[in-house]
């Protein structure tokens, strides 16, 4: 199933988030792909507030996962933008994390694509300057 969003604001990009992180439970594995600047952060920032997160989401570049536990449900945010060797992830719990009770997004998830889940939730976010410097064409697809 894919779903196909267009959002003007980063503010409509934010609430797609938010509506996403909402409707989602405990395991549920979501992807977020998309070049810098594309909105991934304001798409993040939604999913938390989605989530009854009342902490600003902050980028966990430095270290690949970052956990937030005051919300619906526990929070897994990675970016595993810089992860030099897959074996990485092992070394940070990466499957205790997305087998685990809460809901896990994974940013530049493509840099992993071999330990990715069966099933997951991917969100792919692009720019189209010809429809408007804050246009966003948002796909999420069932995977
Ligand atoms: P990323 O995390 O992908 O590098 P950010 O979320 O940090 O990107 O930044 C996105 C930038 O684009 C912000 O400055 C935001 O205000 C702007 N922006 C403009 N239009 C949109 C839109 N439709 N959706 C999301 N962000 C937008
Ligand atoms: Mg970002």
Redo the contacts with the bound molecule.
Sequence with gaps: MTEIIE????E???ALGKRLAQESSAGQVFTLI???????????QGFAIGLDIDEAIC?PTFTIVQIYDTGRLPFYHFDVYRIGDIEEMDEIGYEDYIYGDGVSLI?WANLIEEILPEHYTKVT?EKNLEKG????KITVESI
């Design positions: 959002t003007y604001s980063p409509e990009t934010e998309g070049d810098l600047g594309v909105g991934k952060t304001v798409f993040t980028s940013e976010i410097f804050d246009y966003r």
